[in-house]
């Protein structure tokens, strides 16, 4: 029987940790240890920031949506309070957009949530 060797499989694996780890700093680009490390810490952040991204849109959408509602002399909480009394299901990332980049349709909802507020 023929002797297995495994440098071919550990190369294959090192090139791969390596060329994920291209572009990054001294010894952390070049080493395999050292990239190693940095690129399993580097999946960690990205797998943890996927989700991060997600709250920050939401706080995003948020800031924006008090922005245009304070515009026409409401809070973001009476806004949101008035649009659910009123049975408008239209989610933050679209009011969000529209605060921004539809004032006219914006100002029609506030109305609206004004409506049911007073």
Known sequence: MSRVRGAPASRRRRKKVLKAAKGYRGGRSKLIRTAR????????????????RKGEMRRLWIIRINAGARLHGLSYSRFMHGLKEANVEIDRKMLAEMATNDADGFAKLVDVAKGTVD
């Open 37 to 52: 490390e940095t690129v399993q810490r580097a999946g960690q952040y990205a797998y943890r920031d996927r989700r991060a």
